[in-house]
């Protein structure tokens, strides 16, 4: 006999999205992820399993890793947010001289390495939002004469649309273009303020933007980690990001009071992405930086004129 859908039950567990009767529920039922969400510098996936992406919606399709039985009892999600490690300034001599003493970062004392580990996490929460900000490939709309395979899914966050036929592709998009947001217990995405505290409700978060399908995926950007140093005086830091033949128009320094946000583009498209949480406060409007054939050169204005045992937190 056929089973009515009122008889079937949603199953609960992470990465499952089917549902099943309880007379049809075998140890094999269920493929799913007994673990948690993780983020880490940009990289998604569960804590119980290897596999990671950069997408968030690759992310959400990842196939679990264990299989069991169907449950309908609902898992309390908590994405576990990791901050990057941070490189070590070089030490050495400065290369100039304004009106001050200057001097490289030394050593931190173990004071100063506990302060830091309990704004770890703030870090974090700042570099999502400096992520949401740079240019994101998905805005760039897809080529005229792409061919798109029939039920090709959009690539925009919080959109289910599937490709159907040419004119899906001037069809109205729903979605976010920002990227997700969670902090302490609240979930959300950059680009809009509603936030919840459930991930089921999070991704049940309707789009704040409207925009046209996105069906081919860009190329993935190359990640680099260039070098950096810095010197201070009384007045300013010089920091200095070790990058030759930077892009000046996709270059880009955000900074903030406590926090200063680094994209800086190199050659063939390399990015260079960071987040440095600042040892203490600047002036950001009189803060600036300029691209250079060797580098690039971040002058951050001091809000109090004393000097810093270190560049960051």
């Known amino acids: ?115 830091r580990e309990k704004t770890a996490e703030q870090t974090a929460a700042l570099s999502r939002a400096a992520n949401a900000e740079a240019a994101d490939p998905l805005e760039e709309p897809d080529a005229p004469d792409a061919v798109i395979q029939v039920n090709a899914p959009c690539l925009h966050r919080g959109c289910e649309y599937k490709y159907q036929d040419e004119k899906s592709k001037e069809d109205e998009c729903i979605y976010h273009p920002g990227k997700p947001v969670f902090h302490d217990m609240s979930k959300g995405w950059s680009c809009c303020r509603r936030k919840v505290l459930e991930f089921d409700e999070f991704l049940k978060i309707e789009g704040c933007t409207v925009g046209k399908h996105k069906f081919v995926a860009p190329p993935a950007p190359t990640t680099v980690d260039y070098r950096y140093d810095y010197y201070q005086s009384v007045p300013k830091v010089i920091l200095s990001i070790y990058c030759k033949k930077a892009n000046k128009e996709k270059t880009n320094i955000r900074f903030e009071k406590d926090a200063i946000h680094l994209y800086v583009v190199g050659p063939d498209s390399q990015v260079f992405e960071k987040t440095l949480k600042l040892y203490e406060r600047i002036k950001p409007d009189e803060s600036s930086f300029v691209v250079m054939s060797t580098k690039v050169e971040v002058r951050l204005i001091k809000e109090e004129s004393v000097q810093w045992d270190t560049l960051e937190m």
């Open 1 to 115: 006999y056929f089973e009515s859908m009122s008889d079937l039950i949603e199953c609960q567990n992470n990465g499952c999205d089917k549902s099943y009767s309880a007379a049809d529920n075998s140890d094999t039922s269920c493929q799913h992820h007994p673990g948690q969400p993780i983020f880490h510098e940009g990289l998604k996936g569960w804590t119980c399993c290897k596999k990671r992406t950069t997408d968030f919606n690759e992310f959400l399709s990842l196939p679990g890793c264990t299989w069991s039985k169907h449950s309908d009892e609902k898992r309390e999600v908590v994405p576990i947010e990791t901050a990057p490690q941070r490189a070590q300034p070089a030490g050495g001599a400065p290369t100039s001289s304004d009106g001050g003493v200057e001097s490289y970062g030394h050593r931190q004392s173990s004071a100063k390495q506990e302060k």
